[in-house]
């Protein structure tokens, strides 16, 4: 059975830190991996997607690697501000299809003034 | 943001009552899904749909049935409610097989 591990669970950081946010896996054998953020007592907004032929992926300030064999996934978070304060969340795809999600527990960022 | 809407929001019911929460879309998506949220455990597949009345078990699915009936509607329903349940209810589209998956507002369910 596949599990995904965040850690740490809760991070706090001075405003424009760059930070590494981590998350791991224990079967390799997955389709994709996905970061997400959430915001207290709202729905999931997905960050970026890596299919499980990529490295990485950028959207603005963030970057997100993937290395299946090692099974870790890193999502990199240039020049934090107040407004990423957030849970961060990484779910993986697979083994096994159905398109079903695995999600680890998430990381609580705040980014201090 | 994906058009993706849950009903209700919020919601307070009795032990062995049932209850029917309604996912909408209006992205045409093919794939739906439903998850809850709950501390400690993450976010848990409850089950999913890959099309119009096909529907899969996921992680969580005892106590859980779905229907879709249409593409745009995903319902899920708790024949019998019980105290467990409570929980934070999630409606996820994607389009297609390992594609994004966006989520919807949530729905919060008490049961007493």
């Known amino acids: 059975k596949q599990e995904v591990t965040q850690i740490p669970a809760a991070l706090s950081v001075p405003e424009g830190e760059n930070l590494v946010l981590n998350c791991s896996f224990t079967d390799s054998a997955i389709y994709n991996l996905q970061w997400f953020r959430q915001d207290p007592g709202k729905g999931l907004t997905s960050l970026l997607l890596?299919?499980?032929?990529?490295r990485e992926q950028t959207s603005g300030r963030l970057n997100a690697s993937l290395d299946k064999s090692s099974g870790r996934s890193t999502l990199y978070i240039a020049a934090s501000q107040p407004g990423d304060s957030a849970t961060y969340l990484c779910?993986?795809?697979?083994?096994?299809?159905?398109?079903?999600?695995?999600f680890g527990t998430g990381t609580q960022l705040k980014v201090e003034l | 943001d994906a058009g993706i809407t849950q009903s209700p929001r919020h919601k307070v019911t009795e032990t062995g009552t049932p209850v029917t929460l309604r996912c909408h879309q209006t992205e045409n998506h093919r794939y739906m899904y439903w998850y809850r949220q709950d501390p400690g455990h993450g976010l848990r597949l409850i089950h999913y749909s890959y099309g119009v009345k096909d529907t899969d078990k996921g992680e969580v699915s005892d106590g859980y049935s779905v229907s879709r009936s249409k593409t745009e509607d995903f319902l899920l329903t708790l024949e019998s409610a019980t105290s467990s349940q409570t929980s934070v209810y999630f409606c996820?589209?994607?389009?297609?097989?390992?594609?994004?998956?966006?989520f919807g507002p949530g729905t919060r369910l008490t049961v007493l």
């Open positions: 996820a589209i994607s389009a297609l097989a390992g594609d994004e998956q966006y």
């Open positions: 779910a993986v795809e697979g083994p096994g299809g159905g398109n079903k999600l695995t």
């Open positions: 890596i299919q499980s032929s990529q």
